[in-house]
């Protein structure tokens, strides 16, 4: 949500910006703005994507060595020019960019209008930054103590980021809830949401942590947090190649990341996954290992794609460990009061580790004693800094805003601590976690077969490209999977599809069906075949157009179906990272068939970080 980007040093700040928010542009893409210091400050801000404030502001004077960019998912205040960041102070002395929400901004702004301040924007961030200049002028401080004091105020989530007029050679930057990564150069600093728009000049980062404010000049940077005590920064080393933040060839980030799944579920699997020696190794599982295999039940908290990934865990671990498993909304779980015992262990997944309403249901869960588990894949993200411990998913960075390779590098890492923790508690038997290990193995090389299948698939997608209905339906292992589907195809072509479980499809969904209907199943072989193919005869019998997702030699389900795509069989509990792939492939080609933005489709952004 919102991505920001700063910068100070000898370098001109405007490419540097400029280039940071295309690639935090999966943030939000509804304005876009910069803010740059040389002999006065000027602001330039533009509704649209970053290409069209690029365009906007060609032949503009743009020289400056210091300034502020931001790239917006509307929060307060439709998309347009005036509710786009930076903002400026009633003052004119001060620009800021935020990402994040102030909930207390309504009382703020009265008190503000009051003292006699207006309003340009109908934004949260003008109220705080004119909140703060109020500070700064009433009590005759500088900017950074009027910080501290404002944000003693602030009830929300916030990374703000400040230039002042009055101070060019410093930027004064904020933290709580919404991510902040400061970049360390030679004599320079970079500020952004993520390390992506940083990595190409240094490594050396620094990611700032809640309630702290950093007072950023070119050759230092200085922490405090609000009490106006010095922090330690704490120097982290980004493990990352620019070339992972690219599209390598690919037209869209999303078709990249789905063909980089052989891969990225390969690694995840690399070093902790010994099938020779029947062994699973995950150092930050071991800690907890007796806590979990003793655990009267486990909760997984997650939201959207991760959420989907919670469900297939859900029946891996109660299948394999025997230990009650629930699945929760993150946004349900943080505000219902639920119960939580002291020893229970909360499994917290996020590709982004930044979604606030999981972050913050584990923050709670944590102080009623829970142990807090985190399946994340962005290294040094706030959640997997709130988790007692946990896995990296190790997908690399996951741009298009559709999560997939995150999603089977997730199946990966909850089946490996399913495993583990099955074969401590002795709740598997051998033969079974043994041949499982080896399947596990041969997932990549299954997955890169179903992607063979792309041609195939684009072809059922321009057939079905002007549907605007879908019902994806599953069971067992392939429910969530329908669930993911579904969810898929919405978001990526804006077409209407539901996901559900196919034999609940009799009990109301079912009267959405006709002859115009695509119906996809996800009906590869398992326990649960028999009775998909029942719920495929009754589609069949209305008439609905079947998709069927099934394994090679499948007469009756290939009879039943308009369209069939025929993925390498595994097992149940390992074939959803197979299974998905069809559908991520169907969603992209369907959504670029309709002329769609499918790495940025509409109302969305990558990182939920506010509730
Ligand atoms: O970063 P997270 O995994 O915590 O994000 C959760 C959801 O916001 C995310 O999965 C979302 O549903 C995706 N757009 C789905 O493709």
Not at 89 to 97: D, E, V
Not at 565 to 594: H, K, N
Request: hydrophobic share 40%; aromatic share 6%; proline share 3%.
């Amino acid at each position: 949500m919102c991505g920001i980007v700063a910068y100070i040093g000898p370098r001109e700040a405007y490419p540097v910006i400029l280039k940071g928010l295309k690639r935090l542009e999966y943030r939000g893409y509804d304005s876009a703005g910069v803010a740059l210091l040389n002999s006065g400050l000027k602001v330039y801000k533009k509704k649209g994507k970053v290409a069209d404030l690029e365009e906007s502001i060609v032949g503009k004077d743009l020289h400056a060595n210091i300034g502020i960019g931001h790239t917006r998912w509307a929060t307060h205040g439709e998309p347009n020019d005036r509710n786009a960041h930076p903002h400026l102070s009633n003052g004119g002395r001060l620009a800021m960019i935020h990402n994040g929400i102030i909930e207390n901004y309504a009382a703020l702004k009265q008190e503000l209008l009051k003292n006699g301040y207006h309003f340009q924007s109908d934004t949260d961030t003008e109220v705080l930054l004119n909140f703060i200049e109020y500070i700064q002028v009433n009590n005759n401080c500088s900017l950074e103590e009027a910080v501290r004091i404002a944000l003693k105020r602030v009830v929300g989530a916030y990374v703000i980021v400040l230039i002042d007029q009055e101070n060019p050679d410093t930027l004064i930057a904020a933290r709580k809830g919404s991510p902040l990564v400061i970049g360390i150069g030679k004599n320079e600093h970079f500020l952004a949401s993520d390390a992506s728009p940083i990595i190409e000049y240094t490594k050396e980062v620094v990611y700032v942590n809640d309630y702290e404010v950093a007072i950023i000049k070119p050759d230092e940077l200085i922490l405090k947090n609000l009490g106006n005590e010095r922090q330690t920064p704490y120097i982290t080393k980004l493990d990352m190649e620019l070339a992972a933040i690219e599209k390598g060839g690919y037209d869209h980030f999303m078709l990249k990341e789905i063909f980089e799944q052989p891969q990225t579920i390969y690694d995840c699997l690399r070093g902790r996954l010994d099938a020779d020696l029947g062994t699973i190794t995950m150092s930050g599982i071991e800690k907890y290992k007796e806590q979990i295999m003793n655990a009267n039940r486990i909760v997984m908290v997650a939201c959207g794609t991760s959420w989907h990934a919670g469900l297939v865990a859900e029946y891996i671990f109660e299948e394999l460990c025997r230990i009650n498993v629930e699945v929760e909304y993150a946004s349900e779980f943080r505000y219902r009061n639920p119960v939580i015992n002291k020893g229970d262990v909360i499994i917290a997944i996020s590709q982004s580790g930044e979604t606030a309403d999981t972050l913050v249901a584990i923050e709670n869960a944590k102080k009623q004693g829970a142990i807090i588990l985190g399946v994340v894949n962005v290294v040094g993200s706030s959640i997997s800094r709130v988790s007692d411990a946990g896995a990296y998913t190790h997908a690399g960075p996951e741009i298009g805003v559709a999560s997939t390779k995150a999603f089977t590098a997730q199946l990966a890492v909850l089946t490996m601590i399913a495993l583990k923790i099955a074969h401590d508690r002795g709740s598997i038997d051998k033969e079974r976690y043994h041949r499982l290990l080896h399947e596990l193995n041969d997932v990549p090389d299954k997955v890169k077969a179903t992607l063979e299948q792309h041609e195939h698939i684009k072809a059922i997608a321009e057939k079905y490209k002007d549907s605007t209905d879908s019902l994806f339906l599953g069971r067992g292992y392939n429910f969530p999977v329908a669930l993911e589907g579904a969810l898929k195809l919405k978001e990526i072509s804006y077409i209407h599809a539901e996901g559900y479980p196919a034999a609940e499809m009799k009990h109301g969904p079912i009267a959405l069906v006709d002859e115009k209907l695509p119906v996809v199943f996800v009906a590869t072989r398992d326990s649960y075949h028999e009775k998909v193919v029942s719920n495929m005869q009754e589609i069949r019998a209305r008439k609905g157009r079947i998709i069927s997702v099934i394994n090679e030699g499948d007469e009756q389900s290939t009879a039943l179906s308009n369209d069939v795509i025929v993925v390498p069989e595994a097992d149940e509990i390992l074939a959803p990272m197979i299974s998905v792939i069809p559908l991520q492939l169907l969603s992209y080609y369907v959504g670029v068939a309709r002329g769609f933005d499918v790495d940025k489709p509409r109302n969305l952004a990558k990182s939920v970080t506010v509730e």
